[in-house]
């Protein structure tokens, strides 16, 4: 991922909370885009202009291709109170990101994320690396920013060890037909449908009895046998291909 900047230059003499204003709901819009990614971004105002400080998933995440009308409408307003176009620079590589995946084409397409991940919560399979927001259908786009928000809070309640909601949020984690999952699934058949590939969702999985228990696991959806010969991107263990599920080996017995 890149860090970048946008200035922009006050055209006109304007009200530093109106300017902040409409630069936030621009941001608003890129961040349901995919096109900027997380959750706080500095908006400096240094002289006569605003610096806007973001990590994009690819260098051209800005460009005007992948905006959409609200993004445009964003912008509309912006020049409306007196804001000139900003000006964009890459200030350099976000070393600690994954890289956008490059595929044309994946084979098929995961749903992951965690409470750090910031990045896409679509990977392709063959890669795993992360699928920029803007070139998935732009219907789910929205749905998806807050799927991974519900997830990541879930995913940190229990990593904190929250005891008394931990068994609740581990389950809206790892059961398939939770509501978080189910949001999940639906958001992966229009992607499926539009995209022509199969969709899977990942399953968290803590607790169990032994290794070997789990190691014999059978697939939540269909009750078959799942295991993996060997694990996948050095994270999942069983995968079901008539489900569309994914999983681990249960954290507490790796
Ligand atoms: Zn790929
Ligand atoms: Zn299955």
Same mark, same amino acid.
């Given at each position: 991922?890149?860090?970048?900047? &946008? ?8 009200? *530093? ?5 409409? *630069? ?13 990614? !997380? ?5 400096? &105002?240094?002289?006569?202009?605003? $610096? =806007?400080?973001? =990590? ?10 992948? @905006? ?40 098929? #397409? ?15 399979? $063959?890669?795993? #690396? ?29 990593? @904190?060890? #929250? ?9 809206? #984690?790892?059961?398939? $037909? ?5 949001? !999940? ?21 803590? !607790?169990?009895?032994?290794?070997? &228990? ?30 569309? &599920?994914?999983? @681990? ?6």
């Amino acid at each position: 991922m890149y860090v970048c900047q &946008l200035s922009f230059n006050c055209a006109v003499d304007i009200e *530093i909370s109106e300017a902040q204003t409409v *630069i936030s709901a621009l941001l608003d819009e890129y961040r349901y885009n995919g096109q900027i990614i !997380g959750r706080e971004f500095p908006v400096i &105002l240094v002289d006569d202009h605003f $610096d =806007v400080i973001f =990590v994009c998933p690819e260098q051209d995440s800005v460009a005007v291709k992948y @905006n959409t009308d609200n993004v445009t409408g964003a912008f509309e307003a912006i020049a409306k109170c007196g804001l000139a176009l900003p000006q964009f620079k890459v200030l350099g590589l976000e070393s600690q990101s994954d890289f956008a995946d490059l595929c044309k084409v994946p084979s098929a #397409l995961v749903l992951y994320s965690t409470f750090v991940q910031s990045c896409s919560p679509v990977r392709c399979m $063959d890669h795993f #690396l992360p699928i920029p927001l803007y070139k998935l259908p732009e219907s789910i786009r929205y749905d998806l920013i807050k799927w991974q928000e519900s997830q990541a809070a879930c995913d940190q309640l229990q990593m @904190n060890e #929250l005891a008394e909601i931990e068994p609740f949020v581990v389950e809206q #984690l790892s059961q398939p $037909d939770s509501e978080l999952m189910q949001n !999940g699934l639906d958001i992966c058949q229009q992607i499926s449908d539009e995209l022509k590939v199969p969709v899977y969702r990942y399953l968290y999985r803590v !607790g169990g009895e032994s290794l070997a &228990l789990e190691q014999q696991r059978l697939c939540p959806g269909c009750s078959e046998p799942w295991a993996l010969a060997e694990s996948l991107h050095q994270l999942f263990d069983f995968k079901c291909d008539s489900c569309l &599920l994914l999983s @681990n080996i249960s954290w507490d017995w790796q």
